[in-house]
């Protein structure tokens, strides 16, 4: 995990970074958006033969939607670097954090969702951990803070491992929302 600049960075730095590091950069987006199509099919299996309705598959959507999303000022800044104008650098850059924004809160609202849904306590805890700790970085990036920002990105990788490895396992994960408890 690496931090890029953004709003509070001169625009000079803005402009340095992406233009030095742009080939880095397009492939962790690359990555990022592999990693996303990845989290579709995990997201729909999860909730259990592709119930669309499922809050579990519609919360683990709306994550690879805010991914999506989160590539798109930072590959445009990448190609524009070296042009731009200021304002443009300054208005993507801040584009850039706040779409950040948006998928740590998505990333609470999965988190939360398969909290309210898990089939076991241990899963249930981790899960609302995750979705605290997400929740609490949207917040602190929206201030300008990067307190969580190694902490809360690891903790959803976590979560998703140990979703991954009692699927395979076979075990029961998450119960679906018609049969979970009122």
């Known amino acids: 995990m690496a931090t890029v600049p953004g709003r509070d960075d001169a625009v000079s730095t803005v402009r340095s970074f992406y233009v030095h590091h742009a080939g880095v950069v397009v492939a962790a987006q690359i990555l990022g958006l592999v990693a996303a199509?990845?989290?579709?099919?995990?997201?729909?299996?999860?909730?259990?033969?592709?119930?669309?309705?499922?809050?579990?598959?519609?919360?683990g959507l709306?994550?690879?939607?805010?991914?999506?999303?989160?590539?798109?000022?930072?590959?445009?800044?990448c190609v524009v670097a070296g042009h731009a104008s200021a304002r443009v650098l300054h208005a993507l850059a801040l584009a850039s954090d706040l779409v950040d924004v948006l998928l740590f809160a998505a990333i609470a609202v999965f988190a939360g969702v398969v909290a309210a849904h898990a089939a076991t306590t241990v899963l249930r805890v981790l899960a609302g951990v995750v979705a605290v700790l997400a929740a609490a970085q949207a917040v602190l990036l929206l201030a300008g803070s990067g307190l969580l920002e190694v902490v809360a990105p690891v903790t959803f990788v976590v979560l998703v491992?140990?979703?991954?490895?009692?699927?395979?396992?076979?075990?029961?994960?998450?119960?679906?929302?018609?049969?979970?408890?009122?």
């Open 161 to 182: 491992l140990v979703l991954s490895v009692l699927l395979l396992r076979g075990r029961d994960v998450v119960r679906s929302a018609r049969s979970a408890p009122a």
């Open 37 to 59: 199509a990845a989290f579709a099919p995990f997201a729909l299996g999860l909730a259990g033969a592709a119930r669309r309705r499922d809050p579990v598959a519609a919360s």
């Open 62 to 77: 709306g994550i690879v939607a805010a991914a999506v999303v989160t590539a798109i000022p930072v590959l445009i800044l």
